[in-house]
C-alpha cells in the first residue's frame, strides 16, 4: 500500500519563528490533507490539497502531486500552534481510505 | 449541530465488559470510518463504512464489531477488549467518491480497558 513519511519527527521553535513540515508519498494520490491534532486528541483538519497551494491565515501549503510532496509552512508561530501535525493521503484508487503519516510534533516556546 | 460528534469522550472499561461507542455526522456524507491511534504508532484505519455497506475491515480482531444502521451514524461495539486495545479511537466521515472528498473527524473516545 501507499506509504507516507513526514519530516522532521520533532520541532522545538521559538515564538515568532517560520518552520516548513514536509509529506512524501509512494504513490499517485487523489486526497491529501493536513490536520493537526490538538492535547485533546481531537484531529483539526488545516487543508485539503491534492494538488496545488493554498494558505490560510499564517498557514500556508503547496502539494507538488508528480513529485509526490507536499510541504505545510507555519509562519510567525505561536504557543497555540504546539501539537502534532498529520499529512494524511488517499490513493487514486476511487476510494477515500486515509493513510496518515507518523506526524511532525511541533513545540512553540514562548 | 454540525461536524461529527463521537460519545462517550473517555471509556474505562472491563476486560469482561461490553461496551459501544457512537459516531454521528451532520455533514451529509455517504462514508464512515473508524480509525485507531496507539501511543506511538500511526493512526490505522479499521473499518469503512460507504452507504451503510461495510467495504473494509483492515484485519481487526472480531471483539471489535462495527454498526452502520445508516448514513449518519457509525457504532463500534466491544467485548472482551485486552489491555492493549487502548487508545484513542476515533470516527470520521467523507464523501465516498468525488473531487471534495475532504475527511472529517470527531473528537475521538479515548479508551482504556483495564
Known amino acids: 500500500g501507499i506509504q507516507v513519511e513526514q519530516s522532521p519527527p520533532d520541532l522545538i521553535l521559538q515564538e515568532g519563528a517560520n518552520s516548513t513540515l514536509r509529506c512524501n508519498f509512494s504513490d499517485s494520490v487523489n486526497n491529501l490533507q493536513w490536520f493537526h491534532q490538538n492535547p485533546w486528541g481531537q484531529l483539526i483538519n488545516l487543508f485539503y490539497i491534492p494538488s496545488g497551494t493554498k494558505q490560510n491565515g499564517r498557514l500556508s501549503a503547496t502539494t507538488v502531486a508528480t513529485e509526490r510532496y507536499s510541504l505545510l509552512y507555519i509562519s510567525s508561530s505561536q504557543t497555540t500552534d504546539s501539537g502534532v501535525y498529520f499529512c494524511a493521503v488517499a490513493a487514486n484508487t476511487g476510494f477515500q481510505k486515509l493513510v496518515f503519516g507518523t506526524g511532525t510534533r511541533l513545540l512553540v516556546s514562548p | 449541530e454540525t461536524g461529527v460528534t463521537q460519545t462517550p469522550r473517555h471509556l474505562v472499561m472491563g476486560m469482561t465488559n461490553k461496551k459501544s461507542l457512537k459516531c454521528e455526522q451532520h455533514l451529509g456524507h455517504n462514508a464512515m470510518y473508524w480509525y485507531k491511534q496507539s501511543a506511538k504508532k500511526p493512526l490505522e484505519l479499521m473499518f469503512v463504512?460507504?452507504?451503510?455497506?461495510?467495504?473494509e475491515n483492515n484485519s481487526v480482531p472480531s471483539r471489535f464489531s462495527p454498526e452502520c444502521p445508516n448514513s449518519s451514524h457509525l457504532f463500534l461495539h466491544l467485548h472482551t477488549l485486552q489491555p492493549e486495545d487502548s487508545a484513542l479511537y476515533l470516527c470520521?466521515?467523507?464523501?465516498?467518491?468525488?473531487?471534495?472528498?475532504?475527511?472529517?473527524f470527531g473528537q475521538g473516545t479515548r479508551l482504556t480497558v483495564v
Open positions: 470520521a466521515s467523507s464523501q465516498a467518491f468525488g473531487v471534495q472528498a475532504e475527511a472529517f
Open positions: 463504512y460507504n452507504f451503510k455497506e461495510q467495504t
